[in-house]
């Protein structure tokens, strides 16, 4: 069992930037893979980004790259998604997932965060 909080969400201006972190408890963090998903108000959950459990892996959503990088640091518990030149298209609930394997679909994953809010204003 694992738990999962997310951090670093808010308002912010486009072309601004915001890391959001994804802190574990339970069993260590680098016993799973991280996924990094989004869902805006209306529309359904889409991934952003995964890594996997030593970091060696990593994947982004074509919709971010070049503008979001995700790390982890397993001594801390902690999986990082530092987004970069920031969009309004960006506006989201963002939510850390944690799976055996990594993985771009959400139903492979087993733990999620609450979530936390992300909004780019124009």
């Known amino acids: 069992q694992v738990q999962l909080v997310e951090f670093g969400g808010g308002l912010v201006q486009a072309g601004g930037s915001l890391r959001l972190s994804c802190a574990a408890s339970g069993r260590t963090n680098s016993s799973y893979s991280t996924g990094w998903f989004r869902q805006a108000p209306g529309k359904e959950r889409e991934f952003v980004s995964f890594i996997s459990r030593g970091g060696i892996n990593t994947y982004s959503a074509d919709s971010v790259k070049g503008r979001f990088t995700i790390s982890r640091d397993n001594a801390k518990n902690t999986v990082y998604l530092q987004m970069n030149s920031l969009k309004p298209e960006d506006t989201a609930d963002y939510y850390c997932?944690?799976?055996?394997?990594?993985?771009?679909?959400?139903?492979?994953?087993?733990?999620w965060g609450q979530g936390t809010q992300v909004t780019v204003s124009s």
């Open positions: 997932a944690a799976a055996n394997y990594p993985s771009t679909v959400a139903g492979e994953y087993d733990y």
